[in-house]
């Protein structure tokens, strides 16, 4: 009986001490990282309000440019766009420099941002871990 005690108080232990490292993904502290990085990397084109440059830069603000796959809105930000797109209705013809500098965390969180401001609402967040796999799939 002791035994079992004494084994039952060591796994209990394992599991808390083991759940210590597992670790929740926050969207609300993605989308306040993702603000800043917004403002450091996308807002000279999508402008702060995430409105874009009329006849320039396409708006992100309730863009239906944003209900693209995710894997598909990671690439634009690590390859860039060229060519003609189509966003709300407007033909636009600029190109947009790949960002590959920025980190995955980075690139999540400055989607997760967007796809959450300005009137849009998105239901699945960017992880890091999508970024990444991505980024590793576009390098081959």
């Not at 993605?30 to 702060?48: D, F, L, T, V």
Request: aromatic share 10%.
């Amino acid at each position: 009986m002791k035994k079992k005690y004494v084994l039952v108080i060591v796994l209990a232990m394992f599991l808390v001490g083991a759940s210590s490292f597992v670790q929740t993904f926050n969207l609300a502290k993605s989308i306040a990282r993702g603000k800043e990085a917004y403002a450091a990397n996308c807002q000279n084109c999508h402008m702060a309000d995430g409105k874009g440059l009329p006849g320039a830069f396409p708006p992100l603000a309730k863009s239906n440019y944003l209900t693209k796959s995710t894997g598909e809105l990671i690439t634009y930000v690590l390859k860039g766009q060229t060519g003609e797109i189509t966003v709300n209705g407007t033909v636009y013809n600029a190109v947009m420099p790949a960002q590959d500098y920025l980190t995955d965390e980075q690139i999540a969180d400055i989607y997760n941002y967007v796809r959450n401001s300005w009137g849009n609402k998105s239901t699945v967040a960017i992880t890091t871990a999508m970024v990444s796999k991505k980024r590793t799939e576009l390098s081959k």
